[in-house]
Each structure stands twice: as structure tokens, then as C-alpha cells.
């Protein structure tokens, strides 16, 4: 994204580092910090790295394995002497929206300038035209969730109940599933036969459908099918992005552009952005 809006020429901004909104999570293996702390930037989540850096982040004891490492070390000897490491020839490079930023290159010297309380520090910033970054605040509880809708097979806005849907990051080491690359219905889709599926540790699923009868008027009948989905989110889950919703069946189904003001969200937990509401919206409802 930077290569095609990143100026080389434009001059190098004066940050606060307080304004830099996030402590970067994506250090590779060679921080020292990740290694005494147990984890590893391939193995773990972003959930879980996030936890650990921002966790720790008030502790001198951590800023002293930090400087350990002699890149760290480095970075901090010239901190201390007003400048930035490597400013000319490997600028830091923000995005930046309304004052706030966030780091896109240099991530290992600023989360080493926001643990060692560096006031300012220089970089290039690249204005983002609205806010897509920020993180969407966790919503719910675990707990076990059902959900029922019946579908009319020759109205599918008729549709009467609420739709679940589920979007997630399965951790690293589990294979992606139907529901990492897009949040999507259990619908008629997602049939499991009533029986449990897992997707991976503290989370797992179900959806029946199943062919019923309704007396319309007097004499007729008619024919639906009901779908009901179940969710099992345990208080022990894998950190890592769950956002379970949900939707009217008969807007879900329909994809009304009636806007996202009937979306509910039951559970939601991790590192979920704007980004990824606006595209949950404009999926379901055709928004932004």
C-alpha cells in the first residue's frame, strides 16, 4: 500500500509518540521480548502478542530484556540522544487519520520508543482519508447461543426469525475454515446434521434443517424449512477474532441494502477493525 502513495521526497514529520495509537505486534522472531515471554510471532495471535507487548509495556523489567538485544540497544543509545534510528535511510512510516497514527514500517523502534517513554520521534506519515484502523471495542460473553429461522423456499424475504453468522481467525496450526475469509450465515449452507463442529479450541457449531408443514387458511398447507443454528463460545477459547451476529432472516436473505442499523452483535473478541465492519456491512447490506 505504501509503495504506490509513499513520497521519498516529502520532508520528515516530528511525531508524538503518545499519538502512535497502537504497540505494533507484528516483530517477527528475532524480538528478544516475545522469546523470554514464551511466545512466537508464527505460532501465536495477534491477540495474544498484542496482550503480551501492551501488557507489559509498564514494566522496567521488560524494558530491560529489551535492551538486551543489541539492535534494541542500539535504537535506544540514539533515542536518548533526540534522534531516530536509521531516519535517513530507513525512515519510520506511519498511517496517519485525525492526529492518531499507526505503524507500517519501523515497528521494532517504536514499540521500543513507546516502552521506554521516547517523547517524540521523526517519520513519514501518510494521511489515511478516513478511519479504518481503529480497534472495535470486545462486545459479550461466551456462553451458548441458539438461533431459528424459518425460510420460505418460494419468498426468501419472507423469512421469519433471526440468521446467526460468524466470522473468525482460526489460530496458527488450524487449518482456515468457511468462516476465516468472510463472516457468512449458518444457514442451509452450513448443515452439520445437528451435530457439533469445531472450529478450533473453546468454539464450535452446529446447524440443523429440517422440512416442515404449516396450515395457511382454512384448507392449504405450505412447506418451509427451518434452520436452527447453535454456538458454544467457552470462557477458555483461543484468543483470537470470534465475532458472532446476528441478523432479521428475511434482510439477510434478501441482502436489502437497508443499511446495518438490525445487525446484532452477540459476541465479539479480538483485534476486529473498522475495516472489517465495513465489510461485514457491505456483505449483509450493501453499506459503504
Known amino acids: 500500500m505504501f509503495s504506490d502513495n509513499f513520497n521519498p521526497k516529502a520532508e520528515l514529520c516530528s511525531i508524538e509518540v503518545a499519538d502512535i495509537a497502537e504497540f505494533p505486534t507484528e516483530l517477527g522472531s528475532r524480538c528478544l521480548l516475545l522469546r523470554e515471554l514464551g511466545l512466537n510471532a508464527y505460532r501465536n495471535t495477534e491477540e495474544e502478542l498484542f496482550e503480551a507487548v501492551?501488557?507489559?509495556a509498564q514494566c522496567s523489567e521488560y524494558l530491560k530484556i529489551c535492551l538486551q538485544d543489541s539492535r534494541c540497544r542500539a535504537f535506544w543509545e540514539r533515542f536518548r540522544r533526540g534522534v531516530t534510528p536509521f531516519s535517513e535511510r530507513d525512515p519510520v512510516r506511519l498511517l496517519g487519520y485525525?492526529?492518531?497514527y499507526r505503524v507500517?514500517?519501523?515497528k521494532h523502534r517504536v514499540c521500543l520508543a513507546k516502552r521506554a517513554g521516547v517523547k517524540t520521534l521523526k517519520a513519514y506519515v501518510w494521511s489515511l482519508p478516513e478511519?479504518?484502523?481503529s480497534l472495535l471495542s470486545p462486545e459479550g460473553t461466551p456462553g451458548r447461543y441458539r438461533f431459528r429461522y424459518l425460510l420460505d423456499p418460494g419468498c426468501r424475504s419472507a423469512a421469519s426469525g433471526e440468521a446467526a453468522g460468524l466470522w473468525v481467525a482460526s489460530p496458527p496450526g488450524v487449518p482456515p475454515g468457511r468462516f476465516d475469509f468472510s463472516p457468512a450465515l449458518l444457514?442451509?449452507?452450513q448443515d452439520t446434521d445437528g451435530e457439533f463442529v469445531p472450529l478450533?479450541?473453546?468454539?464450535?457449531?452446529?446447524v440443523s434443517v429440517t422440512g416442515i408443514t404449516r396450515r395457511t387458511g382454512l384448507f392449504g398447507y405450505r412447506k418451509f424449512i427451518s434452520v436452527e443454528s447453535e454456538i458454544i463460545i467457552e470462557?477458555?477459547?483461543?484468543?483470537?477474532?470470534i465475532w458472532l451476529f446476528s441478523i432479521p432472516a428475511g434482510e439477510a436473505l434478501s441482502m436489502r441494502p437497508a443499511g446495518c442499523t438490525h445487525l446484532k452483535t452477540v459476541y465479539r473478541f479480538g483485534c476486529w477493525r473498522r475495516r472489517h465492519f465495513k465489510l461485514l456491512s457491505r456483505i449483509f447490506?450493501?453499506?459503504f
Request: hydrophobic share 15%; glycine share 16%.
Open 54 to 56: 501492551t501488557g507489559s
Open 98 to 100: 485525525q492526529g492518531r
Open 104 to 106: 507500517s514500517e519501523g
Open 131 to 133: 478511519d479504518t484502523e
Open 187 to 189: 444457514d442451509v449452507r
Open 200 to 206: 478450533f479450541a473453546g468454539l464450535s457449531y452446529r
Open 235 to 241: 470462557p477458555t477459547h483461543r484468543k483470537t477474532k
Open 285 to 287: 447490506f450493501g453499506s
